[in-house]
Nanobody, 118 residues
Framework: QVQLVESGGGLVQAGEFLRLSCAAS????????MGWYRQAPGKQRELVAT???????NYADSVKGRFSVSRDNAKNTLYLQMNSLKPEDTAVYYC????????????WGQGTQVTVSS
C-alpha cells in the first residue's frame, strides 16, 4: 500500500511556472508506473504525464514541451515541472502510482489545486 501527498499548487499568471511534488509513504523505486493526472471543473480526469521505473516518459499532447516529470528515489518523491502555464492548465492535479502495471491497482493522492490567470 502506498500513500501519496501532493503539494506545490497555487495561483500564478499565464507564462509563469510551478513545480508540483508528490511524496510517497514508502520507496518508489520498485513502482512500475507513476504519473500525474488532472481534472478541471466539469470535465473528466485526464492523463498529464507518466514515468516508468525504467525512465520512460509519456505526455499528453497539450503539455508536451512545457511539462516535465521526474523522480527522486532517495526522497520517495515524484515531481512535475510545469513551465509556460496557460489558463487551460487550471485544474486539480493528482499523483498516481501503479506498483504492478498489469494488475491495474492504482493509488491516488488527494490532489493540489493549480490556477492560472490570464
Amino acid at each position: 500500500q502506498v500513500q501519496l501527498v501532493e503539494s506545490g499548487g497555487g495561483l500564478v499568471q499565464a507564462g509563469e511556472f510551478l513545480r508540483l511534488s508528490c511524496a510517497a509513504s514508502r520507496t518508489i523505486s520498485s513502482i512500475e508506473v507513476m504519473g500525474w493526472y488532472r481534472q478541471a471543473p466539469g470535465k473528466q480526469r485526464e492523463l498529464v504525464a507518466t514515468l516508468t521505473r525504467d525512465g520512460n516518459t509519456n505526455y499528453a499532447d497539450s503539455v508536451k514541451g512545457r511539462f516535465s516529470v521526474s523522480r527522486d528515489n532517495a526522497k520517495n518523491t515524484l515531481y512535475l515541472q510545469m513551465n509556460s502555464l496557460k489558463p487551460e492548465d487550471t485544474a486539480v492535479y493528482y499523483c498516481n502510482a501503479r506498483p504492478v502495471a498489469w494488475l491495474s491497482t492504482n493509488y491516488w493522492g488527494q490532489g493540489t489545486q493549480v490556477t492560472v490567470s490570464s
